[in-house]
């Protein structure tokens, strides 16, 4: 009986074991920070408001960064960010968030232009996008004219919201209106 008892024991020691690492490491669920390609796939599959046109070279005027709250989660970020070229190197940034904000300190979030590899492009708060508050859960209505911040280079990339402890908060593409 005594051999019959080790071999249980091995099993009941093992099988813990297995499983655990089945559950954490094998397992094909992972739950990403944010899916760049739903998010890509969400945007392009929005109706879009401009028409396609023959002078598809030119620069874009204007765009907009829309978050949206498909999934009806009572802490998403919603709201728009519009972008629009008041001069040659001039571009005014407007916008209000509706809800997802919920730290009362706006220096403690960070609005950024990140590329799909998360790699900064433009930092909004750093360079003037600074003069907001958190009104119930969202943002009070902001507006701020940058210098060289050209349209045409932040058009199919990602606008992010972060918080200084929470990480990122939220993302979407800026589109082209």
Partial sequence: MKFNNMRYNKIFTIFPICL?????????ISLPEFDL?????AATSAPTTSAPSSSSSSSPSAAIAVFTNPSNSSTAVTGQIKFTKTSQNKTNVSGKLDSGIFDKVAANYQFKIVDRSKILIYDLTTDGLNKWSVNSTGTTPFQHDFDKLLISKIVDQFFEISHHKKGIVSMTIVKSI
Avoid: Q
């Fill in 20 to 28: 655990i690492y089945f559950l954490v490491i094998a397992s094909p």
């Fill in 37 to 41: 390609e739903n998010i890509e796939k």
